[in-house]
């Protein structure tokens, strides 16, 4: 049904671009003047050093954006994501183009997610609570202690070396992604264990892109990236009004047990 999996797509992206599973582009974004720095940070290492010490650093980089408010840029086939997100208070709100189509509009405040689309939910927002999934669904894309699932996704990781002054390349297993399961990783095949992907870390420490070339898997499916920037970006995403607003239903087909 489109309206089921038009709701999976929106959180799905949502998710993906708080998890950090993607990045465009170069050396990253910059700090914006007043944003908000941890005195104790260190500096992203300026050496090529050991597989470890690339892997640590990036693990590092992607715990680093649970400290700031930051904005955000997606973009994979068909697709622009534009947005930002506050970790310390759970806030998200993104626009996506979808090439041509009307384009998606997603907000999350802490477990109440909001979503959009004028050819599929009219003029309304549609409702949905996000804990009446997160067990089954890995929707809580920003959980304690680990915004984005971050530690997680770099856990994922098969091999990195450091190619420069805060940039990095690898591969990384898609089939161990947050969310994944034995459906999935059959689709994806075995090219899904080792796809490839580059990274920056900004002086600051802070992972401002990642890029995974999906290709591998899928000639059509092209890279997925994200960049992050203008760290300490004011944030205030607000609930669409109360009259419009539409709950989703009871049961969302295609989500696990519906």
């Known amino acids: 049904m489109r309206y089921g999996r038009m709701t999976r797509t929106g959180i799905a992206l949502l998710a993906t671009a708080a998890i950090g599973v993607a990045g465009c582009g170069s050396n990253g974004g910059s700090a914006s003047p007043d944003a908000t720095l941890d005195p104790t940070s ?18 590092a980089a992607a715990m680093k954006l ?4 930051v904005r955000v840029k997606m973009t994979t086939t068909g697709m622009t994501g534009t947005g930002v997100m506050d970790p310390k208070t759970r806030m998200v709100e993104m626009t996506m183009d979808m ?3 009307q384009n998606m509009e997603l907000r999350a405040l802490g477990d109440d997610f909001y979503m959009r689309m004028p050819g599929l939910t009219g003029d309304k927002w549609m409702h949905i609570d996000i804990t009446k999934y997160s067990d089954s669904a890995n929707l809580n894309f920003m959980p ?5 699932s971050a530690a997680k ?6 091999d990195v070396e450091q190619t420069g002054d805060g940039r990095y390349a690898g591969t990384i297993d898609m089939t161990k992604a947050e969310g994944a399961n034995a459906a999935a990783a059959a689709l994806l ?10 990274a920056s870390v900004d002086p600051q420490g802070r992972l401002t892109s990642f890029e995974v070339d999906m ?3 899928n000639s059509a499916a092209g890279k997925v990236s994200t960049t992050y920037s203008d760290f300490g970006v004011a944030v205030n995403v607000q609930r669409p009004p109360a009259d419009q607003v539409q709950e989703a239903p009871s049961t969302i087909p295609g989500f696990p047990g519906n």
């Open 189 to 198: 095949g075995d090219g899904a264990r080792a796809v490839p992907f580059t």
């Open 99 to 101: 090439g041509g189509q």
């Open 144 to 148: 304690d202690g680990d915004p984005g």
């Open 215 to 217: 290709s591998v898997v």
């Open 66 to 69: 649970g400290e700031q408010s």
């Open 42 to 59: 260190s500096a992203a290492p300026t050496g090529t050093g050991s597989a470890a010490d690339a892997r640590e650093a990036l693990a």
């Open 153 to 158: 996704t770099m856990e994922n990781i098969v």
